[in-house]
Each structure stands twice: as structure tokens, then as C-alpha cells.
């Protein structure tokens, strides 16, 4: 007897099945979907497509982990020609620190630049953007907002200090620096949430200062 074509086999036609994915997904919980759509490709389409489901795909490394591999470009440009595109729906661009924080200049230098390459490729994609920046790349952000990213309509920018010690001179202008650019800010009619903080703290008790929200609207969850 010839072997069944792959669309025949009964494991396939069970992937295949939207009752059996549904009671599976339901058992597994809402937040299963990274998982869930790495089983096959029939539910990597079905999680990708669902416009209510939100997964944010996170550009950046545990640095923990690798001394490297958080400023790595090369590294980055591989997964930006093998990734599905719409993952690049909502992206977080969010991590702190290298191993060693005198590298944190250099690091947050190369996350940039990672994250201008990313929205050159995928920037007609993109609806949700987070990103943690020093106030000395706000400029750099700001070109990439004037041309990139036309449909985007969440934003959260959140400035990096490790406290008043350490702080780059660059950073201590950040009010300069921001109102130098934002009369040049294009209108983008799409945003309906804009998030602007830093993370700056007197002490371990006191909150995020410098917060301000503008374009009262609920900010998409994690």
C-alpha cells in the first residue's frame, strides 16, 4: 500500500481540525499562543491572524545569559529575514542593561540601531511600539518616527537612567532635548495612546518620575 499524502495523515488532519485547536487552547490558556503557534503552521496562521489576540515580539536578549549576543547586529539581521512578518505588529524594544554597565552606552547605541533596521524592513507592519532609550538618542528616534512606521497607533518611549551618579551629561538635557524636536513631530492621525516617562527614582519607594500621558487612551496590555 503507497503512504498516505502528508494531507492525509491523521495527525496533520487533527492539527488541522479548529475544534481540536479550540479545546486545546482553551485548556492551555490565554496566554499560550508563543507556544501554541510553534506546533505547526496551520496554528501559527490561526494565532497571527486572530486581530484580537495581541503577542509582543520582544527585540532584545536575556543579556544575563550571553555577554554578546544583546548588541550582536548580525545576530538580529538572521532573525529579521526569518521571522513571519506579522509578528512585527506589536514590538518591545525594552531591555535595561548589558553584563556590564560600561558597555551601557554601546549597548543602547546598537539596540537603536537594531530597531532602525527593523523598522526599515517592517515598519508598514507595525501598530504598537515600546522602546527605552537614553534622552541622547531621542533625536535618532525621532528620524525614525518622520518616515517609518505610518500606521502606528500606540507609542511608549521611556528614558534610561541608573540614577543621578552615573547619569550621562547627554541625559541631563533630556527636556532640552525632547522640546528641540517635538514642533517637528509629523501629524500621525492614527496614534490613539502616547506614553512618555523616564525611569529616574530618588528612592526605591518612590514611582516612575517624570511621567506624562497625552492622548487619553488605554494603552494596549501585555
Wanted: hydrophobic share 40%; glycine share 4%.
Amino acid at each position: 500500500m503507497e503512504p498516505q499524502p502528508d494531507e492525509l495523515d491523521p495527525v496533520n488532519l487533527a492539527l488541522q481540525n479548529p475544534i481540536i485547536f479550540a479545546k486545546i487552547h482553551a485548556f492551555a490558556g490565554s496566554e499560550s499562543g508563543p507556544i501554541l503557534r510553534l506546533v505547526c503552521k496551520a496554528w501559527n496562521d490561526v494565532i497571527l491572524s486572530n486581530p484580537k489576540r495581541k503577542m509582543v515580539l520582544k527585540l532584545h536578549t536575556n543579556s544575563l545569559t550571553d555577554f554578546y549576543g544583546c548588541c550582536d547586529p548580525l545576530t538580529f539581521q538572521l532573525f529579521c529575514r526569518t521571522i513571519d512578518p506579522r509578528l512585527s505588529r506589536h514590538v518591545r524594544l525594552w531591555q535595561k542593561y548589558c553584563n556590564a554597565h560600561q558597555h551601557s552606552e554601546h549597548h543602547y547605541r546598537a539596540c537603536l540601531a537594531r530597531f532602525f533596521h527593523f523598522c526599515e524592513k517592517f515598519g508598514d507592519i507595525v501598530v504598537t511600539m515600546e522602546i527605552l532609550v537614553r534622552a541622547s538618542m531621542l533625536p535618532i528616534l525621532y528620524e525614525l518616527l518622520t518616515w517609518s512606521c505610518p500606521n502606528l497607533r500606540f507609542l511608549r518611549i521611556r528614558k534610561w537612567c541608573f540614577g543621578f551618579e552615573s547619569r550621562d551629561p547627554a541625559d541631563l538635557e533630556g527636556d532640552v532635548v525632547l522640546s528641540s524636536i517635538t514642533p517637528g513631530l509629523p501629524i500621525r492621525r492614527d496614534l490613539v495612546g502616547l506614553h512618555i516617562g523616564t525611569s529616574l527614582r530618588k528612592n526605591a519607594s518612590v514611582a516612575h518620575k517624570g511621567t506624562s500621558t497625552t492622548v487619553p487612551s488605554r494603552f494596549p496590555s501585555e
